[in-house]
């Protein structure tokens, strides 16, 4: 079935529901949208030629016009390219060549880093929101209904950060991303007419697939005026607008708390939070939990199979009487209902209980592969399992905890250094806003651990503060052999904290 028919069916049955806002003003109800949306796709089909399973990409900020683009696209049986709009050029220009794009969507603030593209010659056109030629769009002839498209079409092409080497695209098909949408509405949460999703994190990624269940529910879609995360405009939002979910990497959430125990604002306005992306480390859950209380849900996925590996739910992160609390919010949660998920060996040998090894999972949510590439998906997916290239154990109860990715992982000695473990020790320090450990070239150990540590209001502290508590909790070869005090850590656009950077900071002395 294709995702386009979702908004069909919603604007049939509520057609007068408000659907999009900007900020705090509506731009359309859903027949509006789905009208928008089908007038896109009548352009895209019978003014630009393009052909079913043809690729678009979208090098776009959060804008208004996000979403009319994606199910127009999807109304004329085309593939979605998101493109994260803090890549460089360059690197936007590999992704056009290796999908193909025979037409790409850019928002105003990128337009002029479009030109020299290799690319560029083989693109049908380049499309604005906001400019006269966008608006050619919304006069077109509007498709009477979406393409058919069966379930294992390619629907949402994503392109891997490649942290190691060029990034792959990742081929999610029309079932891939319903499997999805399914686990979420069992899993983590319901969605009402009443309930309302604010995108502060990039659309090109976790937060803009949380669209397909509000658009099912018939909520309503808030794009921030900034585009971006501005805890202020958020709770401003959220008072205005009530029960809003929002996706939110760990550091957001961080910075959302903080801001909130800060100014004393009230975030009643936030129904739901849904974080994921990188660790949620133990101290600062426990913090967000008493300051914002149970609206928490917790998503473990990744491009391979988005969203859908482990879930962490609410009635989990607040059963505080249970006896092993601290482990189960220090964990992913429990597999998602359509996936399985076991820890294997090297060999691909599951793993008893509370033993280290890599996450796979099995189940339709998994990609169709990597888009041109089947080595690299042959490596990924074995036997019809994909290895995840992270690390973790699972309880007897099911629940995962994660260590590392596989290439972070520090072997010192001959022994394995999960840097999660301790950065979750430091991070009990009450000086330590953020912390991020990495392993360093040691001619005699192979590896050594250096700690990149950000004090609160950048006052100093005694590294030896930091070792004392390390020799306290965890044994003594895992203690960091450096502690670096930096002003803040570097991130990517949707905040995860980018440990290539460091290492690179560290080869470089």
């Not at 992704?95 to 850019?106: H, M, R, T």
């Not at 319901?190 to 090109?204: E, K, R």
């Not at 991020?436 to 250096?450: I, L, M, P, Y």
Request: hydrophobic share 40%; aromatic share 8%; charged share 20%.
């Amino acid at each position: 079935m294709n995702l386009a028919r979702l908004l069909v069916r919603t604007a049939a049955v509520f057609p007068g529901r408000p659907a999009l806002f900007h900020g705090r003003e509506l731009l359309c109800d859903y027949r509006g949208l789905a009208l928008r949306a089908a007038r896109v796709g009548g352009f895209l089909r019978n003014d630009l030629g393009l052909a079913p399973g043809e690729r678009i990409c979208l090098w776009m900020s959060n804008t208004p016009e996000y979403l009319e683009i994606l199910y127009g696209a999807w109304f004329a049986g085309l593939v979605v390219v998101p493109i994260n709009f803090k890549l460089h050029p360059k690197e936007v220009d590999y992704i056009l060549q290796d999908c193909g794009a025979a037409a790409l969507f850019v928002s105003e603030d990128l337009v002029a880093d479009t030109g020299n593209w290799s690319a560029q010659t083989r693109l049908r056109g380049i499309f604005v929101p906001g400019t006269a030629d966008y608006a050619r769009l919304s006069r077109a002839e509007p498709m009477a209904e979406p393409l058919f498209r069966a379930r294992d079409e390619i629907a949402w092409l994503f392109y891997t950060s490649g942290t190691t080497g060029r990034p792959k695209g990742v081929m999610q098909t029309h079932a891939n991303l319903q499997t999805m949408i399914s686990c979420y509405f069992m899993d983590l949460d319901s969605v009402s007419p009443d309930d309302g999703t604010v995108y502060a994190a990039p659309m090109s990624h976790a937060a803009g697939m949380l669209n397909f269940p509000h658009i099912i529910g018939a909520a309503r879609h808030i794009i921030p005026r900034s585009g971006g995360f501005d805890p202020q405009e958020l709770l401003e939002l959220a008072a205005e607008h009530g029960r809003l979910t929002l996706f939110a990497a760990p550091t957001m959430v961080k910075r959302l708390v903080d801001h909130v125990e800060a100014t004393g604002a009230d975030p009643s306005g936030f129904r739901t939070i849904v974080y994921g992306g990188g660790p949620m480390y133990v101290e600062d859950l426990r913090h967000a939990l008493r300051v914002m209380g149970d609206s928490f849900v917790q998503i473990y996925g990744q491009g391979e199979t988005p969203m859908t590996i482990t879930a962490l739910g609410r009635h989990h992160l607040s059963d505080q009487k249970h006896p092993r609390y601290l482990d189960r919010i220090a964990s992913v949660g429990v597999s998602q209902t359509l996936v399985e998920v076991r820890v294997a060996d090297a060999l691909g040998r599951s793993l008893p209980p509370g033993e280290t090894g890599e996450v796979v999972v099995r189940g339709p949510s998994v990609m169709k592969g990597y888009w041109n590439n089947p080595e690299a998906t042959a490596q990924t997916i074995r036997d019809g399992w994909l290895f995840t290239g992270d690390v973790g154990s699972l309880d007897e109860d099911g629940f995962l905890t994660l260590k590392d990715r596989s290439k972070d992982v520090i072997i010192s000695g001959g022994s394995n250094i999960y840097p999660r473990e301790v950065e979750e020790v430091l991070l009990q320090h009450p000086q330590v806003q953020e912390v991020s450990v990495v392993g360093r070239r040691h001619d005699e150990w192979g590896e050594e651990v250096v700690a990149f540590v950000v004090t609160k209001d950048g006052r100093l502290m005694d590294a030896g503060e930091l070792d004392r508590l390390c020799l306290q909790s965890i044994a003594r070869f895992k203690r960091p052999k450096q502690y670096r005090f930096v002003q803040a850590l570097p991130k990517s656009s949707y905040g995860k904290v980018l440990k290539t950077a460091l290492r690179e900071q560290l080869a470089a002395g």
